[in-house]
């Protein structure tokens, strides 16, 4: 009974981290949208493809600092 208590909870973590990853997608393109298409229309110009590439480029940038800290801190925090 363990193990499967064990294997539904991996589960859960496995859907909570994808939805996580899905939330961040999400949030990713609609920011660097709103920030670099002003006028949009059948396809990019070359100056609104630069902006998103570098507004996707820190967005990552930045949210992998923050888990690298987050990952950091709370394995300091677990009691051993």
């Known amino acids: ?7 539904i909870m991996e589960s859960v973590r496995q ?6 990853v899905q939330e961040l997608l ?3 393109n609609e920011k660097c949208f ?3 298409v002003t006028k949009p ?3 990019l ?8 590439e570098r507004c996707l480029h820190r967005y990552m940038e930045t949210f992998n600092i923050v ?3 987050y990952v950091s801190r709370i ?6």
Do not use: H, V
């Open 45 to 52: 110009s070359s100056s609104e493809e630069t902006c998103l």
């Open 26 to 28: 999400n949030k990713m």
């Open 41 to 43: 229309s059948t396809s």
């Open 75 to 80: 394995s300091k925090e677990k009691p051993m």
């Open 34 to 36: 709103l920030k670099c």
């Open 15 to 20: 859907q909570m981290a994808l939805d996580n």
């Open 1 to 7: 009974m363990n193990a499967r208590k064990e294997a």
């Open 67 to 69: 888990s690298r800290t």
